[in-house]
């Protein structure tokens, strides 16, 4: 096992003393000791691409490499700077990628992890990012650590080093950032499936709040057919649910979204704000934290995301008015935006989806395709 205070104190000494990323439940104590301890010097970013440019301005300023960390699941919206500013044939930029290997091949994990473990390493190897998986003996990883950031630095390059599962040793979150509400997540989750019209669909996002649909719906002895559970391809939720409410304008579509997911991608919702879909209510449980992956606060305690909305084009409308407009069509032209703020945690025993996600698919088309 690893120490995180050790570690850090490792990059320190190579003079890796910046870190940005997205927070990853196997990095859970990195990214905890990095929000309690390193102060200004650590950025979450909004998304995985975004910690990529933050180590990349770093560097062009200090002259200095910098960490981003992040899971195997963002290696996707890293890839785009990776090649075209950090690559050798590019700008050449010196820095180190601490990644969360979900999905390891051999290890069990869920679904969404299945694919991305499998590529995890052959992605950064096509990348010709040179990538070495830290051992879980504490000095050769230390030691591991030290040569790759001296490869980073000479070969002026980014270089990765994979974290499987349990190899921090555990630090938890000491500076939790105070709750901005008390209700709780699945309480408001209830009361919104209870007052749902009968032919709504839900498109809920990754992490725990596309659980709480799952598990609220069994509760309240309701099939799952009317939801399509995100559970991979965080931030893309609200694409999801515009693409169904463009292609059936008579459904009433609802997007279950996180402050986490929505601010990764928040382009997306400048697009459905301009959408001129009025069938569609993008909801956002705003507890400001990545809470599914450890609690890591986001932005979004701070940004008023109504203001956002209603800059973007959304109808901005309080809870109760959503569902009842909804149900009434009132809305003429313009897609509903509601902000439930919520405290943070779950259940302890929430459980996950039983089915598949291709029996969610499959399940969730069927309902679409009966008018
Ligand atoms: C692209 C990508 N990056 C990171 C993750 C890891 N991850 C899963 S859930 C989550 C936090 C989601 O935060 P939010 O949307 O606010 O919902 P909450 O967890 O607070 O319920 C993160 C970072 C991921 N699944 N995909």
């Known amino acids: 096992m690893l120490n995180v205070e050790l570690f850090l104190s490792q990059l320190e000494e190579c003079d890796v003393d910046f870190f940005a990323g997205v927070p990853d439940s196997l990095l859970k104590s990195f990214c905890a000791y990095v929000t309690d301890n390193c102060g200004g010097n ?15 301005g770093h560097y062009l300023a200090t002259g200095k490499p910098a960490l981003a960390y992040m899971q195997n699941s963002g290696q996707g919206n890293a890839v785009n700077p990776l090649a075209s500013l950090a690559d050798p044939d590019v700008y050449s930029i010196p820095m180190v990628l601490l990644v ?47 040569k790759m950031v001296e490869k980073a630095k ?59 649909v799952y598990e609220t719906r069994e509760r309240l002895g309701q099939d799952h057919s009317r939801d399509f559970l995100t559970v991979g391809s965080m931030g893309h939720a609200s694409m999801i649910a515009l693409g169904i409410a463009k292609a059936q304008p008579d459904r009433k579509v609802y997007c279950l979204d996180g402050d986490g997911a929505s601010i990764m991608q928040m382009g997306n919702m400048a697009i459905v704000g301009q959408s001129g879909c009025s069938n569609l209510t993008h909801i956002v449980f705003n507890n400001a934290a990545h809470d599914s992956v450890g609690g890591q606060p986001t932005v979004g305690g701070a940004i008023n995301l109504m203001s956002v909305a209603a800059a973007l084009g959304y109808d901005v409308q309080p809870l109760e008015n ?22 943070k945690g779950a259940r302890k025993d929430l459980g996950r989806p039983k089915e598949p996600p291709q029996i969610n698919k499959a ?9």
């Open 100 to 146: 969360g290997w979900r999905g390891e091949p051999g290890i069990k994990d869920e679904p969404q992890h299945v694919k991305q473990g499998k590529v995890t390493v052959s992605l950064f190897e096509t990348l010709a990012i040179p990538t070495e998986i830290l051992p879980d003996d504490e000095a050769a990883a230390l030691e591991l650590t030290r």
């Open 322 to 343: 959503a569902l009842r407009l909804c149900a009434s069509a009132l809305n003429k032209s313009r897609p509903v935006f509601v902000e439930v703020k919520v405290a």
């Open 154 to 212: 000479a070969e002026s390059r980014p270089v990765a080093l994979i974290v499987r599962k349990g190899l921090f040793a555990e630090y938890k979150l000491q500076n939790k950032m105070p709750d901005i509400a008390a209700l709780p997540r699945e309480q408001a989750i209830e009361e919104i499936l209870k007052s749902l019209p009968e032919d709504a669909v839900i498109v809920s996002t990754t992490g725990m709040i596309s659980r709480e």
């Open 42 to 56: 650590h950025v979450i970013a909004a998304n995985e691409g975004g910690a990529i440019g933050l180590a990349a």
């Open 363 to 371: 399940l969730f088309m069927k309902t679409l395709a009966d008018a």
